[in-house]
């Protein structure tokens, strides 16, 4: 059965640190394009960073030079590392999977709370 489970996120303050870590099952890690999202209630809900089955990642411009997305095949596991964190980035972050590497995500976790104090 897939599956997607986040974890990592937590209390932090602002211009720290954090990784999150999405473990997926065999059979969606080996072909998907991944990615991880957030959303703040009464918010959108934003992509904020993607992976390519080939490795290639690109970044909201929000966050862009300041989190780095990657992928660890022999894991099954996709990571978010974030840095220099703002309050504008607390969030409930979600991983998601994209198995036709099209741009639609069918499966995703159940989220990680980050929460940013200034």
């Known amino acids: 059965q897939v599956q997607l489970v986040e974890s990592g996120g937590g209390l932090v303050q602002a211009g720290g640190s954090l990784r999150l870590s999405c473990a997926a099952s065999q059979s969606i890690a080996s072909g998907s394009a991944m990615g991880w999202f957030r959303q703040a209630p009464g918010k959108q809900r934003e992509l904020v960073a993607r992976?390519?089955?080939?490795?290639?990642?690109s970044y909201a411009d929000s966050v862009k030079g300041r989190f780095t997305i990657s992928r660890d095949g022999a894991r099954n596991t996709v990571y978010l590392q974030m840095n220099s964190l703002k309050p504008e980035d607390t969030a409930v972050y979600y991983c998601?999977?994209?198995?036709?590497?099209?741009?639609?995500?069918?499966?995703w976790g159940q989220g990680t709370q980050v929460t940013v104090s200034s």
């Open positions: 992976i390519t089955r080939g490795g290639y990642t």
């Open positions: 998601g999977a994209d198995p036709n590497n099209s741009g639609l995500f069918r499966y």
